[in-house]
């Protein structure tokens, strides 16, 4: 928990206050997590610990037709306000970025709550192979600490068909 919340709390808060919706949550058979969050979202169960490309996979296979771009977070990144949320989603949205990755440094010590945004672009040939990666951007200020799981963000055609393309496992 941070700040008294469990850190799952803050990240679907955020989801929810960047208007971004389904919110859905991707959890074991045996969680908690949709009594944590009140049981206001769509809940996906992942019947086994097949890792994040399948967690991912849930998550789009239960999205509604109509949604066309989604942002993807894991649940033990508190850190990541609505305004980012809804930053993340406006670069993906017609005309934009296909894949769109933020991410931030924990600072060492007692200030690992304060964080420091980058991003990094992914750039296509017509044909879709990857022609570039614009790593993130060095922030002078952050000289220490962990990198964090980023948060994603994706035109949903883009992405089913990346999964497509990965074996389930």
Known sequence: AVDGKPMIVQVVSSAEQADLEPVIVIEKEDSILKKLTGGKYTYVIQPAATGPVEAVRLGVEALPADVHELVIA??????????????LAA??????????????????????????HHGAQLL????????EVRPPSKNDQTTSGELAHPIYAAQVPF???????IPVQ
Do not use: K
């Open 74 to 87: 894991c649940g033990d990144q508190p850190f990541f306000s609505a305004e980012t949320f809804r930053h």
């Open 124 to 131: 296509r040939h017509a044909d879709m192979t990857v022609r």
């Open 91 to 116: 670069t993906v949205r017609p005309g934009g970025n296909e894949f769109t990755l933020t991410n931030f440094f924990i600072p060492t010590g007692s200030e690992w709550a304060q964080y420091y």
């Open 159 to 165: 992405l089913r068909n990346v999964l497509g393309q």
